[in-house]
Every structure is written in C-alpha cells, then in structure tokens.
C-alpha cells in the first residue's frame, strides 16, 4: 500500500435550515463587513436577498457582487477583487454553484496577496490563508464547497485556467438542502452527473488512496440512489439532502485523489463552445470510462452496483456494462449524447486536445493517454 497524507481543514455544517447559522459563523471569524458574491439568476428568486436580510438582522453589514456568470473569466475575477477591497469586507460569502466559488477562492487570494490571478496558475503558489471564505452551495454537483482548486476562464487562450492550493478550500461550508429545491430540473441533471463523475474519477484515479476512496464511494452510493428521484423532482428533500452529501463527499474525494480525463477534456470543450461543464463531462464520460476499461481490477463492477437501479447479483461482468449503464442514465437524465449536439465542432480537436494534455488529471488517468489518445476520443464523442 503506497503511502498518503490528508486532512480536513474546515468546519462543514448540514442539514435543513444550515443557512439560519451564517451570521454565527461571520462572527465566529470576526467579520463584521462580508461580500456576497453570486449570480442575477439568484437575485431574481431572490435568494440573495434572503441571505442579505439575514445577515443584515444580526448586525453585519453586507454589500453583494452579483456579475457572477457561468466559466467566470480572469476579467470577472479583477472586477470583483476590486469590488470587495473597495467594500471594505473582512469575509466572503460564495452562493450559489462553482461559478461563484471559483471567483470567490480568486478572490480571497487577490485580496490578501494582490497581482493577477494568473501569477498563482499552476499548483501551491498561494504563499498562505486567503480571505475567509463561507460556500454555500445552492447547486449539487461541483463540490467546490471543499475543494482546493479555482478554475477561472481565461478568453485570450481559450483556456480554463487552475489555481490548486489547499489554502483555497473554503473555511466553512452550508450544506442546507432547501438551497437547492427549486433548481430546474436540466440543471439538476448536469449539477448530479458532474458530482456523480467527481466521485467516480477520483474512485479510479491513480492518486486515489483509502480516504479518497471512502469519499468516493459514500459520494456514488449516494448519488447514485438519489440521482434519479431528485431530477425528476428537486423538491424531494430526501433525494435533495442525499445529493448535496453526496456531492460534497465526492468533493472531498477528488481534492485529495484528482480526476481524469473527463475533466481534462470537458474543460476546452467549455472554453472553446460555452457547454456547461456538467453537460460536456456528461457526454464524455462514457468514452472515457470505455477507454479506461483496459486498466479497470474489478473498481468497474463495484461503480456498477452503485449506479445500477436492478441491484440484483451480475453474473460475467465485464467493463462495457458500466458504459452501458452510464449510457442508460444519460439519457433518463436528458444528457445529449454526443458533443455536436451541443455545438462542438471537428476544428477545433487538436487545440483542445492541447489543451487537455496540460490538465494534472491527465497524468493521474488509470489508463496512459497520449495527445493521440485524447484526439480519438474528442473524435469518438463527437458522434
């Protein structure tokens, strides 16, 4: 057994009504002045103004940055650390999916340590703590809630950039289920399969130890029972409770264990053609878990069971039933199934695989991949 180190470093509160505990734990870390930075979408449901009244009843001040958009650019990033040094906030609040906590994790590094975002792309180059940060999801699916990495659009390159740094994982996060009850249905379904592949690139990841794999597995357990219910029904708060933990499980996971390459190539899908990265991973995933399949010792057949509605014994198993099954989901869940569906085009293949090749989760695959590799797949996902 080859050697691992992990550890926990922030306080993670669940449970119907976790939001009312915002304003204790604002003061629990001295703030007095916070940022909420989210979405308009949000605003306009108006969930931001529920957590601003919130805030603002127990004697805290709260400004908000609300041009929070989907694959957030290095230029959004400037425009909302200007914002929160202008504010004179001690503490930021992330609401709503990754888009918001990537830009709240850049954030929190800018506003301690200045310079561009960019000065920090790569691995551990954020020199220390960051500004507090509290996530509060209202999606279940990115798990940026508890991971280590902030993934910022930049436009010049086509190219989703990475901050990975444990110093980015949030001080505290809200997991409070009733967030996420009145997401549509579409989202739900691209929020759930992006979590579910969290936990099962992690589950196969060559960094994957026995505390990222007790993640994992909690996270596709969960997932994997409840995916189905809460697309069909966000309002069930059983099945929204089981995707938020599971979701937040599968975080964990990956920021301990990595990914693969879904991840690796559904971020240039995204910054060439604006997919949503739950869908891009979505459509990727089974060529990818097919592919993989040389390199699966029997972690396949246990994905399977997880997944698997008929929970009844298999008999032969072999890898091509979880592509199949993975297929089957997809589709109960609306995914398309190839990326021409969704605007990809043959063109831009060799820039994008690129791309990809520069991804660490390329590097920890269970299965070796070479530039030619991942231009076959892109090539066989189109279809």
């Known amino acids: 057994m080859k050697d691992y180190t992990f550890k926990i470093p922030q306080e993670i509160v669940f449970g119907p009504g976790a939001l009312k505990k915002l304003p204790e734990l604002l003061k629990k870390i001295g703030s007095e002045k916070t940022m909420i930075l989210s979405d308009h979408g949000l605003e306009k449901v108006g969930v931001v103004n529920q957590v601003m009244d919130l805030v603002e ?10 041009d929070i958009q989907p694959n957030p650019t290095i230029e ?37 340590y200045g310079g561009n975002i960019l000065d920090y792309e790569g691995a551990h180059l954020v020199p220390g703590a960051i500004e507090p940060v509290i996530a509060v999801p209202t999606t279940a699916g990115t798990g940026s809630e508890v991971t280590a990495f902030s993934v910022i659009t930049d436009p010049v390159r086509d190219y989703k950039l990475t901050v990975f740094s444990y110093e980015l994982i949030p001080q505290y996060a809200l997991l409070d289920p009733e967030m996420i009850r009145s997401v549509p249905p579409s989202i739900a379904a691209a929020c759930g399969i992006d979590a579910l592949i969290h936990g ?3 589950y196969l990841s060559l960094e994957a130890s026995p505390f990222s794999d007790a993640m994992a597995e909690k996270a596709m357990e969960l997932i994997g029972k409840n995916i189905r219910a809460y697309v069909a029904n966000p309002k069930n708060m059983e099945a929204a409770g089981a995707m938020m933990s599971g979701s937040m499980f599968a975080g964990i996971a990956f920021a301990w264990a990595r990914l693969g390459n879904v991840h690796a190539m559904s971020h240039p899908v995204s910054a060439f053609f604006h997919v949503p990265h739950g869908v891009a991973n979505g459509i990727l995933l089974p060529v990818v878990l097919e592919y993989n399949g040389l390199s699966d010792q029997g972690r396949y057949e246990r994905i399977y069971h997880y997944i698997c509605p008929n929970k009844a014994p298999v008999k032969d198993f072999c890898p091509q039933m979880l592509v199949e099954e993975i297929k089957r989901l997809n589709l109960s869940l609306g995914i398309p199934k190839g990326l021409a569906e969704v605007g990809v085009t043959e ?19 269970p299965r070796h991949t070479t530039l030619k590799d991942v231009i076959s797949l892109y090539h066989k996902a189109m279809k």
């Open 76 to 112: 959004m990033v400037e425009e909302a650390a200007k914002a929160y040094r202008e504010s004179g906030a001690g503490s930021i609040v992330a609401l709503g999916g990754g888009s918001p906590m990537d830009v709240a994790k850049a954030v929190g590094v800018l506003a301690r």
């Open 347 to 365: 063109d831009k293949i060799p820039q994008m695989a690129e791309d990809a090749m520069r991804s660490g989760n390329i590097g920890v695959n």
């Open 200 to 202: 099962i690139e992690a």
């Open 57 to 66: 009843e127990n004697g805290i001040t709260a400004y908000a940055f609300l």
